[in-house]
Every structure is written in structure tokens, then in C-alpha cells.
């Protein structure tokens, strides 16, 4: 399906940030039960003792801003072999997505959008290894060294900021951008550098509506801030807009 939108020019009309297309990444459990089970499920025991069985697939979707239709790509299935945390889980079988479908997709150009689970050097090296882009969501409470250096860099005066107001037909909202480049990913000599940027939208009386941060191997200024950052977020796509049959 993906290759005959593609030869078709559907493809190309996703294209966004340094015209590449975004595929956002995350799992979804499609199955569990008590009581049915093979021997390919994960299992989780309750608190009372109960096991539970399941299955989990990631899921790669094309993703757009502003474009209400998504495009799936193949899936990756969650083998019980790769652990029973979904740090674990989950990243596993990105991983061996990335090494079965990430050439394809890297020749194409492609920028990978996932929450904070993949945020972490790692995976960001994999992707990169198959010439891939990433924005990732970066929290402060899984980034600690990152945000030590965003605070120190703001003290410096090295953070930029960009503000922007939208009337949305109710009410004016201030969009506060900030970002700083070459930060570490992981508190180490030999760290991941990765450029930051944060999201920060207040009403009027200053009251915080929204707020994210995000890493990205894109170099970031003034004029294509905005841009990542809307590509960022619109990985929620994957949850509000796929539907599996």
C-alpha cells in the first residue's frame, strides 16, 4: 500500500520539516485475557495473583499536521522474549523494526516521532544509523542531565526564545518557543549531543494550557522552530486518528 501511494505522489504531500515524512511510533495492546492464552503471549501477574495474557504490537504510522488521514506502515509484534517493562519491550521491537523497514524508509527521508519512552541514546543511535531523523518527547523527570544543561545555558543567555499569539475564535493564546542546540542526551563524556525545544502556550492571564519539550537532530532557529515542534506533537495522531480492523 505504502509503495503504490507512493508511486502515486500521495507520499510526497506528507512531506514537512526538511521535507521529510514523519512516522510516529508507539505500542498498543490488541489483546488480553485470564483465560485464553498461546504460547507467544507476554504475561503480567496481578496483586492478587491472577496472570494475565496479552499481546502488543508497535505500530508505525505516516503522520501529517493538519492532515486528519494517517498511513500505516508494517507492524512490529512484541515478543514475550523482550521483557515485561514497556521501556523494554516496546524499544526492542522498534529496534528490530528499524532493522528490518528503517533503510527503506531512511532512503526516502523520514523523521521518527515517539514519546519520552524513546528519547533515550540508544534508540536515537539506531535511528540515525538508518539515516532517520527523530523529535522525540524529552521530560525533565527521564532527562535530568539534559534539563541541567538547558538551565545552565538559559542563566547564559544561549537559549532562544520565540513567542507567537493566535486568536483562536474564543480567546488569545501566547505559543512560548524556547531552544538551545548541542546539549547532552545522558550524563556522559561521550553523550548524544541533541537539540532541545519547548512548547509553553498561556492564555492571557498567564494560566499554562500546554506544555512539551521535545530533542531533535535538526538544527533549530528561529524560523523552523515552530515547524518541529508542530511536527512533534502531531505523533498523537497515532492514537486519535488509526483505527486497526
Not at 512531506?15 to 504475561?43: K, M, W
Not at 508494517?74 to 528490518?100: H, M, S, T, Y
Not at 544543561?149 to 501566547?174: K, Q
Amino acid at each position: 500500500m505504502f509503495n503504490g501511494l507512493n508511486e502515486a505522489g500521495i507520499i510526497d504531500t506528507y512531506r514537512c520539516v526538511n521535507q521529510t515524512i514523519l512516522i510516529a511510533f508507539d505500542g498498543t495492546e490488541y489483546f488480553s485475557s485470564s483465560a485464553i492464552h498461546c504460547p507467544h503471549c507476554s504475561t503480567r501477574t496481578q496483586a492478587n495473583g491472577q496472570v494475565t495474557y496479552f499481546h502488543t504490537v508497535l505500530t508505525p504510522v505516516v503522520v501529517k499536521p493538519g492532515e486528519d488521514q494517517v498511513i500505516p506502515l508494517p507492524p512490529e509484534f512484541v515478543r514475550p522474549q523482550d521483557g515485561a517493562a514497556k521501556q523494554d519491550c516496546e524499544i526492542n521491537a522498534a529496534k528490530r523494526w528499524l532493522a528490518a523497514c528503517g533503510g527503506q524508509y531512511g532512503s526516502l527521508g523520514a523523521t521518527i516521532l515517539g514519546d519520552d519512552l524513546y528519547s533515550h541514546e540508544p534508540f536515537c543511535c539506531a535511528v540515525l544509523d538508518e539515516n532517520l531523523n527523530f523529535i522525540l518527547v524529552c521530560l525533565p523527570t527521564s532527562h535530568a542531565m539534559t534539563y541541567e544543561w538547558v538551565d545552565f545555558l538559559e542563566r547564559s543567555g544561549a537559549v532562544r526564545t520565540v513567542v507567537r499569539t493566535r486568536w483562536t475564535g474564543r480567546r488569545r493564546e501566547i505559543d512560548t518557543y524556547r531552544y538551545v542546540e548541542s546539549v547532552p542526551l545522558r550524563d556522559h563524556n561521550e553523550a548524544l549531543m541533541v537539540n532541545w525545544c519547548e512548547l509553553t502556550t498561556t492564555d492571557e492571564a498567564s494560566n499554562v494550557l500546554y506544555q512539551n519539550a521535545f530533542v531533535t537532530n535538526f538544527a533549530i532557529n528561529d524560523q523552523n522552530v515552530v515547524e518541529i515542534v508542530t511536527a512533534g506533537r502531531s505523533r498523537w495522531k497515532i492514537e486519535n486518528e488509526t483505527t486497526i480492523h
